[in-house]
């Protein structure tokens, strides 16, 4: 099955990750098979043209595995240009109800951050403890199995900052209360090289000068500066 019939019948078996609402100004994915290929015909041709690879307007499922889609629709964009857009999903947020989870680990008043190698960058990245999340547990016991996996301990208390939904799962960010003298036991297998326990100014100086760049952990950086009624905030306390 080639990456154009693995697709078609994926627009089958998840319709809800090609849904066009029709509103104005809306990217419009293409169904309809017959103009696909006539529109990657076009375009290759285009490609060719200037001695670049027919691949790169290549319309399907470009790979996938139990965590994610790689896909290439073919869209048409609000200004009546036509053209191969990718993107990729998070399967085990939509399908299988995982909660990815993003952990802002607070001990006597010191926040932690962890240094850590990203392969998709291929570089370092000073950031929270995160992770994807597993079919079959809430957000809170992926956060608590995320912690003991990252940073070998677990939350006396978990506060829960927000939670977005995605189909049957989602990203939730948490506060994480660790108890005092707590020892950190990094996963080095995970690419965990060092850890850093940061005051809030700190943390404040750290954002300012770029040298936090993971947007998880700016998102919840983003939240804690927020004017929350903390009556509304909700809090599981660990036994």
């Not at 999903?89 to 109800?97: A, L, T, V, Y």
């Not at 080095?188 to 700190?202: H, K, L, N, T």
């Amino acid at each position: 099955m080639d990456s154009l019939d693995r697709y078609l019948n994926l627009m089958q078996e998840r319709p809800e990750f090609f849904i066009n609402t029709g509103e104005s100004g809306e990217i419009k994915i293409i169904k309809d098979v017959r103009r696909i290929r006539k529109e990657q015909k076009r375009l290759q041709a285009e490609l060719r043209s200037q001695g670049k690879p027919d691949e790169w307007i290549e319309i399907g499922v470009l790979a996938e595995d139990e965590w994610f889609y790689v896909l290439r629709d073919m869209v048409e964009f609000p200004d009546g240009r036509v053209g191969g857009y990718i993107r990729w999903i998070n399967r085990k947020s939509q399908e299988d109800g995982g909660f990815n989870v993003v952990l802002m680990c607070v001990q006597d008043d010191k926040i932690l951050m962890i240094k850590k190698y990203r392969h998709e960058t291929r570089s370092w990245s000073w950031e929270f403890p995160r992770g994807f999340g597993e079919p079959g547990l809430t957000a809170e016991e992926n956060a608590q199995k995320e912690l003991e996996e990252e940073i070998g301990i677990k939350a006396s208390r978990l506060t829960l900052l927000n939670k977005l939904s995605e189909e049957k799962g989602g990203t939730a960010v948490f506060y994480a209360g660790i108890e005092s003298k707590k020892e950190i036991v990094l996963d080095r297998g995970e690419g965990i090289a060092s850890y850093r326990w940061i005051s809030p100014v700190d943390l404040d100086e750290f954002v300012a000068q770029g040298k936090l760049k993971d947007w998880f952990s700016l998102w919840a950086v983003s939240l804690t500066k927020m004017d929350t009624n903390i009556n509304k905030i909700e809090t599981l306390e660990i036994h």
